[in-house]
């Protein structure tokens, strides 16, 4: 009996401590969604650091795929391009160091064995040796291969230097001086078998093409020059028209010969020294042309280096290129 009313006294404390039944989540003992507690609204600050954050990183991210697309391209160093433009340049420089047409204009300006079709030839070979020059130079200064390689920078940067220095006049100071020298050549030939006792439209002829010129120094002496010829042209006539007998052939003679003096030495004293008020040329240009050489050999063989097949401006010959 004892035993039995001990079992009864334990078996409620047993039922007692007896675990809570396990209910899925969200759910209680009646299949019933318990009640949620209220969410804490979102202050104003609080979304706007969300939103910061959320359009900062959206920046570095799209930060970091352009700088991925964009950074090999703005990096990358076209030296197709360098190369075509100093290709195209070399001849000329080669022209410009080796031609004497420059110096033949300045050479034979006085030669009446010169005729004016070889003489006018110098003149536009002369005027055309710089023709492109300079645009070629700026261009090859801008293209990549000059504006990202160091070393080709500092070649180019020497050849400029004394591309420079060659050059003794600008372009339109070259084109006066070739006027100048062309219009002095003319006169030189019209009547270049002149003599003194010559009619006076023989020597008015001679006399155009610098008194016809816009040039004031050539107009200037061609009127001078023709007005002391005339005058001893008109004394050597009346000499020659006098007999050997005249009573006054001796005077007639000593007054020749002192009107063609007077000329010469008159245009001893005034004509125009034309190489100097009519400089055409270049100097020494064998320092532009050594440095040039310098420069287009290390852009070839940077670019044979890093040859691109696609620019198909080489002949590549069991894998190598071959650009010159």
Known sequence: MDQENQFQQQAPQQQMQQPAPQYAPGYGPNGQTPPRAPKTPMTPATKKKIIAGCVVGGSVLILGILAFIFVPILTKV????????????????????????????????????????????????????????????????????????????????????????????????????????????????????????????????????????????????????????????????????????????????????????EHNEWVAANKPDIATIAPVGLADTSEMYGKYNTLYSLILETYQANYDEKDGLCTTILGVPVCN
């Open 78 to 261: 076209n030296y197709g391009e360098t190369y075509k433009i100093a290709k195209e340049l070399k001849p000329k420089i080669s022209e410009l160091y080796s031609s004497s047409a420059c110096e033949n204009v300045v050479d034979d300006v006085a030669d009446k064995y010169t005729t004016e079709k070889v003489y006018n030839g110098y003149i536009e070979t002369c005027r055309n040796l710089g023709e492109g020059i300079n645009a070629l130079v700026d261009d090859l200064e801008t293209s990549s291969g000059v504006k990202k390689n160091k070393e080709i920078k500092a070649a180019f940067d020497a050849f400029k230097v004394a591309y420079s220095k060659s050059l003794t006049t600008d372009e339109s100071k070259l084109e006066a001086s070739l006027t100048i020298n062309k219009v002095w050549h003319t006169y030189i030939l019209t009547g270049k078998d002149l003599g003194w006792a010559d009619a006076d439209s023989a020597y008015s002829a001679k006399a155009a093409p610098l008194i016809n010129s816009d040039i004031e120094v050539l107009k200037v002496y061609g009127e001078g020059w023709l007005s002391h010829a005339l005058i001893a042209a008109k004394a050597t006539r009346e000499y020659n028209a006098a007999s050997y007998s005249a009573s006054n052939k001796s005077e007639l003679r000593t007054t020749m010969n002192a009107k063609q003096t």
